[in-house]
């Protein structure tokens, strides 16, 4: 079996559903942006000194006190299937999986670090827990980062700080992302305010899958577009302890509101969801992420108790179309994938027979 394929056999970290604010944070990531000194930026980087940059990174990784808690996965000898593995369990970036030339990921066995090699920059770290934990993310990279520093030399500026192929990453080269669970302020048609907020802010709010990608079943990425002119500690201490925390706050009172002004049409939400998921015979990846929102929703309300959030958890993993196609071993369409997507919700759901409330 391949590391990969044990990967698909566990939960991913993001989707554990622990830590603070759980109820609507579903997870918390810091990525370090980060080039080596003496060599171009990726983009004009030729074959082999891709080559040599991924042997470099590699062996330094490797050679670093995290090294032996790692595998490196090097995307020549992937399949595509696999590296979409990576992207649905929040490993790697989509860019990643579909780049060329010598790249890979190094991955911890937790999955709560992940070290991209030759993404846009030459080194992307990754760390990432479940529930908002940005502190502790923080002391956790910077001691990944400064092991790293010891074996090999940043490209660093003293005026601008550390130089990264993507300008909006310049200066820190930091960016903090934290999903959230918004399916109450999209259900009253107030996530659109929140987005402006945001977007005056100077934050990106994006899909599931991060840039590129539009919000599917009422998950949302929230991250600092800035880093030049800021320290890491200065834009972690607003992420975790002003801008996450009021938009958690915004959604957990409309759910109050709701169901406290509207309680029939919210369980009616959450059954009708419950319900369609348990009998149908086809649904896209699409359709499942939304149903599943409402369901999370109702059990993070304690208003639906017959499924709990690990069930729910897995499942958002599991209809993912690599997922999918790693659980049955073999390559499918479209068509095969909603069928068999269906089959698996009504397999997991049906060890749950609530009483019609």
Not at 67 to 80: N, P, R, T, W
Not at 227 to 240: K, P
Not at 249 to 262: N, Q, T
Request: proline share 3%; net charge neutral; aromatic share 6%.
């Amino acid at each position: 079996m391949s590391r990969i394929d044990e990967l698909t056999r566990q939960t991913g970290e993001w989707l554990r559903g622990e830590g603070p604010m759980s109820e609507v944070v579903i997870s918390s990531r810091i990525r370090l942006a980060r080039n080596l000194k003496g060599y171009p930026f990726l983009s004009r980087a030729d074959q082999s000194q891709q080559r040599k940059l991924y042997r470099e990174l590699s062996e330094c990784i490797t050679a670093s006190p995290i090294g032996k808690d790692i595998f490196i996965a090097d995307f020549e000898e992937l399949s595509e299937l696999d590296r979409q593995v990576l992207v649905e369990r929040h490993l790697i970036s989509r860019q990643h999986a579909h780049g060329e030339g010598a790249r890979g990921v190094a991955v911890s066995g937790s999955e709560r670090q992940a070290l991209m090699v030759n993404e846009e920059d030459h080194l992307r770290i990754q760390v990432l827990r479940s529930g908002l934990r940005l502190e502790a993310l923080w002391e956790e990279i910077r001691d990944i980062d400064l092991s790293l520093e010891k074996q090999i030399e940043y490209a660093y500026d003293q005026r601008y700080g550390y130089l990264t192929a993507c300008p909006t990453n310049v200066g820190t080269g930091l960016r903090v992302s934290v999903m959230l669970h918004l399916p109450a302020l999209k259900l009253v048609k107030e996530i659109d305010r929140v987005f402006r907020a945001a977007h005056d802010m100077k934050l990106a709010v994006r899909g599931i899958y991060g840039e590129g990608t539009d919000a599917v079943g009422d998950f949302y990425q929230v991250s600092n577009q800035v880093t030049l002119g800021r320290t890491e500690e200065e834009i972690i201490d607003e992420f975790g302890k002003t801008i996450i925390p009021k938009m958690v706050e915004y959604e957990l009172k409309v759910r109050e509101a709701m169901a406290r002004e509207r309680p029939y049409q919210l369980d009616d939400k959450i059954w009708r969801a419950y319900g369609i998921l348990k009998n149908a015979r086809a649904m896209s990846s699409e359709e499942a992420l939304f149903l599943l929102s409402h369901i999370r929703m109702g059990v993070a309300m304690g208003r639906f108790k017959h499924v709990d959030v690990q069930t729910i958890n897995e499942l958002l993993l599991q209809t993912q179309p690599a997922h999918l196609q790693k659980i049955h071993q073999e390559k499918l369409s479209g068509e095969q994938r909603s069928i068999k997507r269906a089959k698996l919700l009504r397999a997991r759901l049906e060890k749950h027979q609530p009483r019609d409330n």
